[in-house]
């Protein structure tokens, strides 16, 4: 086990009807909120009423900043910092999912910042200082809702860049699964495989001697696949709901990667992905991570195996651990694809004749990923090995 | 599942010599510490020198306040409140196992309270503000290292009570595994025993539909079972040293118990031991858990089926789960048995001439526990099946 720090200091509020508290949790940090969100799914399911009435009750005056897109892009996060100098605006509210939520972290740091926002990704400057944040959750996924991070899309440059910092973590989420019950199918498997690949991004260590984050990965992981067939079959299944949304968050909220070394090529590789072709970040993992492991998987046989009995109950077969391993490598593409997802650029929509371009821009900063580390070469090959079904 | 609020906010430093880090995480807070420990322990094996080291490097005055006693008394707590008023002292740092940094958090509460500390036991008094507490974890067993709670002894009356407030959860704690490379046995065996017993208190519910949080428990708790007869073996193995420490911090973070209704039976009854015999709290606990557990488990059968099978590798058999679920049991104590522990009163060396009174005394604010409520004769009842070995 490595030495780690770990502090997450986000306060969940958890179950029914709980966003009609949001203005007592807004109402200890600030009388003037940014109401930050996407598209109009949140107006047409009532998320939307009960958080401007819970607002207006706590007497929070409310300034809207709406339209987030998925791949959440960089010039509303500059127009969203501009509003909140202008009406000086002291606390970000996002109400939506990661994309959201990642764009109001964006804003919270680019408010008291004097230079252009663009610096902390690209590595210029440090985050020194951001705006209290809050957020009320309606797709669980990209576990933004406790982590540091936050991914933006500079749509002249084609890049999609993050930034992490412990002052970006939301003092608040809360998190009503029954929210989640008018997700569409496609979003609530995207969801599903996010949050997958942000275990598996900690699972795949060379780090040895780790199994209690080990045995939460796997119990996180398994909690995720038994639910999301029953969340698809019966979308108002509350139990199926929370078990999905609560694992969302536990995904990512750092404790699963606590004394381990992550890898997160996987994440680099599809990045370029949604930049590109603006797909939903979860349909690219469900096509990236399992041509990741192919690749990857003899760098360290074993843990793979593992995987595979631990994760996916394949019997483990100590004579021949390459095909235990394999098993697991499977079975992970099968389940994407049982949930709907696609597991091949073709079927994901995206054409082949741009691969070279993403690998030299994935790796344009380097090798990417710790457990094998990948460079230009190895990319183009994991997106040349995700390019049909197999 | 049932609705919830987590927030922990504790920042965890773990690994190889961040004990000397100390004086930098104190100075953010402070210029002048109480420095609470216990016995010699400390001293002989050079933690005591290690923080006195990087307080004084980092330009921290110290005062100091040993003689922390396993189950700790409320006379000390007393004067460590008085010490603090007098030297104007705002800050507690806790160099120990629980019952220092219990005893720790009961004088941060006690300070600058006007009315009597014991108050906050009693229930006469809500806790509104504390001064902040730090710690260096010797011991791997209470949790108190990032918890909320307090349990203290009132020597006069023959109480042990317990308080509990967001606001008494330690700002830092410093866990090296290496620092508890020289417990002795028994110390490291109670330890495991108070952990399991944590995370027990919680997986033995009767909410339905509490999967990722049955995973997470049963997960930590397998960590503890396969490391600690490792620990034992090895004292000097980093590894299982490091599993069971940061379990021990899991099995009481309350991570584990989000979306349930928790039990904590067990250790209102093992309280009333420890205060009137003063043994080890985690000795205690190996006795009346399995005791409590053969008690109850008809109340909701299939719950320990579950365990049996999840935590101890039981074969499951749906044609016998009353079986299935006393294998359970029977494997939980033979676990303790194997790691040194007493499994009965006897072996505890506690007569059993009280146990009626302390039966009377655990129930006289009313019932304990949830997943089944006991009243007086059932705890009596308990103590009686916990008496002799079987």
């Known amino acids: 086990m490595q030495n780690f720090t770990f502090q997450n200091s986000t306060k969940v509020i958890f179950g029914r009807d709980k966003e009609k508290t949001v203005g007592t949790e807004v109402k200890e940090y600030s009388d003037h909120v940014l109401l930050h969100y996407g598209g109009g799914s949140i107006k047409k399911y009532g998320v939307y009423d009960d958080v401007i009435d819970s607002l207006e009750e706590a007497g929070v005056e409310v300034t809207?900043?709406?339209?987030?897109?998925?791949?959440?892009?960089?010039s509303l996060v500059e127009e969203g910092i501009e509003i909140c100098r202008e009406k000086d605006i002291d606390f970000i509210l996002a109400v939506g999912g990661g994309s959201v939520i990642d764009s109001a972290k964006s804003i919270a740091a680019g408010v008291p910042y004097e230079g252009d926002v663009w610096d902390f990704f690209a590595g210029e400057a440090e985050i020194e200082t951001a705006l209290p944040?809050?957020?009320?959750?309606?797709i669980p996924a990209a576990g933004s809702e406790t982590s540091p991070a936050a991914v933006v899309t500079n749509e002249e440059e084609d890049l999609k860049w993050d930034i992490g910092s412990n002052k970006l973590r939301p003092q608040f989420s809360i998190l009503n699964p029954e929210i989640t019950y008018t997700l569409p199918d496609y979003q609530t498997a995207c969801g599903a495989a996010d949050m997958m690949a942000?275990?598996?991004?900690?699972?795949?260590?060379?780090?040895?001697?780790?199994e209690l984050t080990d045995k939460l990965c796997a119990g996180t992981l398994r909690t995720i696949i038994n639910n999301t067939p029953c969340a698809l079959k019966e979308p108002k299944n509350y139990d199926a709901r929370a078990e999905i949304m609560w694992a969302g968050t536990i995904a990512h909220n750092d404790l699963l990667g606590t004394g381990r070394e992550e890898d997160w090529a996987s994440h680099a590789i599809e990045h370029e992905l949604s930049a590109l072709y603006d797909v939903a970040h979860g349909a690219g993992?469900?096509?990236?991570?399992?041509?990741?492991?192919?690749?990857?998987?003899?760098?360290?046989?074993?843990?793979?195996?593992?995987?595979?009995?631990?994760?996916?109950?394949?019997?483990?077969?100590?004579?021949?651990?390459?095909?235990?391993a394999k098993?697991?490598?499977?079975?992970?593409?099968?389940?994407?694809?049982?949930?709907?997802l696609p597991v091949s650029l073709e079927e994901l929509g995206v054409p082949t004749n741009k691969l070279e371009e993403m690998a030299d821009k994935c790796t344009s900063g380097g090798p990417v990923g710790n457990f094998k580390s990948l460079d230009k070469e190895d990319v183009f090959r994991i997106y040349k090995l995700s390019q049909n079904k197999r």
Chains 1, 2 share one sequence.
Not at 64 to 74: A, F, K, T, W
Not at 133 to 138: F, H, I, P, R, S
Not at 327 to 340: A, L, N, P, V, Y
């Open 198 to 210: 942000h275990i598996m991004e900690r699972y795949f260590t060379k780090t040895e001697d780790v």
């Open 285 to 324: 993992l469900a096509v990236i991570f399992p041509a990741w492991m192919e690749y990857v998987h003899q760098e360290h046989v074993e843990r793979f195996a593992q995987f595979a009995v631990d994760v996916w109950n394949v019997d483990p077969d100590f004579y021949n651990v390459e095909q235990t």
């Open 64 to 74: 809207e900043l709406g339209g987030v897109q998925p791949n959440p892009r960089l």
């Open 327 to 340: 098993k697991g490598i499977e079975k992970t593409r099968e389940f994407f694809s049982s949930i709907g």
């Open 133 to 138: 944040v809050g957020t009320v959750l309606t």
